[in-house]
Nanobody, 115 residues
């Protein structure tokens, strides 16, 4: 019923910016707890940012001041605006939607930060 689909990944140089998008047909995003996770090669998947009803947000320490999570209600789309990108931000980024006790995951989009 809920199938998140990410887009917007790519290759950027250090210090650059990138905007990731997540669409999840079937359910209004505002009805769920939404989040962005990432997984670097050989590393555990980690939470980068999340947003819930009332626009309550959470950011990992590594993302604070550089990343912004938001939801466009009209487009039913979640975004992750990433700035001042560093090589250590390189990872596959996943969209996650939580509805009650269920979690739904996208297939991921690759972000590579390299000069």
């Amino acid at each position: 019923q809920v199938q998140p689909v990410e887009s917007g990944g790519g290759l950027v140089q250090p210090g650059g910016s990138l905007r990731l998008s997540c669409a999840a047909a079937g359910t209004r995003l505002r009805a769920m707890i939404m989040g962005w996770y990432r997984q670097a090669p050989g590393k555990e998947r980690e939470l980068v940012a999340s947003i819930s009803s009332g626009d309550s947000t959470y950011y990992a320490e590594s993302a604070k001041g550089r990343f912004t999570i938001s939801i466009d209600n009209a487009e039913n789309t979640m975004y992750l605006q990433m700035g001042s990108l560093k090589p250590e931000d390189t990872a596959v980024y996943y969209c996650n939607a939580r509805l009650g006790q269920y979690n739904f995951w996208g297939q991921g989009t690759q972000v590579t930060v390299s000069s």
